[in-house]
């Protein structure tokens, strides 16, 4: 579920219950009325048809699961929503932590899943701009990496899959980590959507 529609859910679900829930003969006495606040009326109306259904029972097992692991002093899910509101800052434009997506689940080697983009991680040695193989789901692309600052980790938006996911498909090469890395200022992250075509037709 998209961060932004999980705070909508949950502003709507607040506002039915403060108008729902009355107590004894009041309750019953006159239906809920609810009172949605403006900003959250309209961002509910741009959102365009939701399945309130299953909104709601992604909305009840989250919630669910972070009480089993709050109980069992496990931080899992916790991590998956920072690394979701992180992945929403860069849908929005906005400075995020180029290693979120590594706060994600993880479904294959340096292949991680936030929300909805898949996040593929590739190390670069520095000044090897050189064009790279890359397979999706059987299929092999050929990716020309473009030239950034040095040691800046770059977000490149795959366009042209054949069998994209329902998100961003999002390859993120970043300069192998070295000691004096440490002691640096950290390259602000750069964005870029990149065009790919089949090698194999």
């Not at 998100?167 to 065009?195: C, I, M, N, W, Y």
Request: a negative charge.
């Amino acid at each position: 579920m998209r961060t932004r529609q999980a705070k909508l859910c949950a502003a709507l679900a607040a506002a039915l219950c403060l108008a729902g829930c009355g107590s004894g003969a009041q309750r019953h006495a006159v239906a809920p009325q609810p009172k949605l606040p403006r900003p959250v009326a309209e961002a509910l109306a741009r959102l365009g048809e939701l399945d309130w259904r299953t909104e709601a029972w992604e909305t009840l097992t989250h919630e669910l699961r972070h009480h089993l692991e709050w109980r069992a002093n496990v931080d899992a899910l916790a991590a998956y929503d920072w690394s979701a509101e992180e992945n929403f800052k860069r849908h929005e434009g906005e400075p995020f932590d180029p290693a979120f997506y590594r706060s994600g689940e993880m479904i294959s080697p340096k292949v991680w899943k936030v929300d909805d983009d898949v996040f593929i991680e590739r190390e670069q040695e520095a000044g090897s701009g050189e064009p790279e193989d890359l397979v999706w789901h059987g299929r092999r692309y050929r990716v020309g990496v473009p030239a950034a600052a040095p040691g800046a980790p770059l977000f490149l938006t795959l366009d042209g899959l054949v069998d994209p996911p329902p998100g961003d498909a999002v390859l993120v090469v970043k300069r192998a980590s070295r000691l004096r890395d440490l002691f640096r200022r950290r390259p602000p992250v750069v964005e870029q959507t990149l065009p790919v075509s089949p090698l194999d037709g």
